[in-house]
Structures are given as structure tokens and as C-alpha cells.
């Protein structure tokens, strides 16, 4: 079992939960990313077809073979990006913070900001209770 870790692993650790916080943020704009570019393509699919009724066929030809379907990067659609994110550096990031979290504080979560809310609270009144940690010590 993990002592109770002093106060400057706890503020350690709490940065790199911090850091993987802000990289969970980043990889919501990555899947914003890859919706957001699904549905230009699908829009696209019915700027052809409206082209097309319009009598632009050419526009219509030249969209259709040039934007739709192409890829993002190299190789690439969307989909692909958001999974090579989250099989290498997404995972590499969550398992490196669990490791963290087991190793050095018995996989309790969230410390610093269990003791910014001891600290912050009004002690007795309503609305202020501690509650209980939201994660149990490991063998619990």
C-alpha cells in the first residue's frame, strides 16, 4: 500500500493529470475535426447534386473528382487520424498517468484538487461536506 504522498508529489502529480486533462481536450477537437470534416464532404455530395440540377455540370464533375473522398493528409481520411491519436499517443499519455497514479499515490485520482476542496470549503455549513474520495486507495 502507498503511504499518503507529501504535498509536492501531490502537486507533481496533479500537473501531469493536468496535462492529460488538456490532451483529452485536444482529442474532442480531433473527433470535432473529423465530424466536422465528414459532413463538408457530405455537403459537398449535395452541392454536386444541386450543380448538376442547376446545369453546372462541369462544376459539378470537377468537385465531385477533386474535393470529395479526399484525403486529409498523406494516405489519410479523417478516421484514420483519429485512431492512430488514440492507439499511440493518447494511450501512451492515459497509461503513463495511470502508471503515475498507481505507483506514487495507490491509483487515487484527482488529490490536489481533493485537497484545494478541504481547503476551500466552509467546515460545517450545508453544501460544503467533504463527501468521500472518489477514488478508493488500491486494495480497498
Not at 12 to 24: D, H, M, R
Not at 70 to 95: M, S
Amino acid at each position: 500500500m502507498v503511504e499518503k504522498p507529501d504535498a509536492a508529489t501531490v502537486e507533481a502529480v496533479g500537473k501531469v493529470t493536468e496535462a492529460l486533462e488538456t490532451i483529452e481536450r485536444a482529442r474532442g477537437h480531433l473527433y470535432s475535426f473529423h465530424q466536422l470534416t465528414g459532413s463538408a464532404d457530405l455537403a459537398l455530395g449535395e452541392a454536386v447534386e444541386q450543380l448538376e440540377k442547376a446545369g453546372h455540370a462541369d462544376w459539378a464533375q470537377r468537385i465531385s473528382e477533386e474535393l470529395i473522398g479526399l484525403n486529409v493528409l498523406p494516405d489519410r481520411w479523417t478516421f484514420q487520424v483519429v485512431e492512430e491519436y488514440d492507439d499511440g499517443y493518447y494511450k501512451a499519455c492515459r497509461d503513463l498517468e495511470r502508471s503515475l497514479l498507481e505507483s506514487l499515490t495507490g491509483g487515487r485520482r484527482h488529490l490536489h484538487e481533493q485537497q484545494m476542496k478541504d481547503d476551500r470549503r466552509t467546515h460545517g455549513r450545508a453544501g460544503h461536506e467533504a463527501g468521500p474520495p472518489t477514488t478508493p486507495p488500491v486494495g480497498r
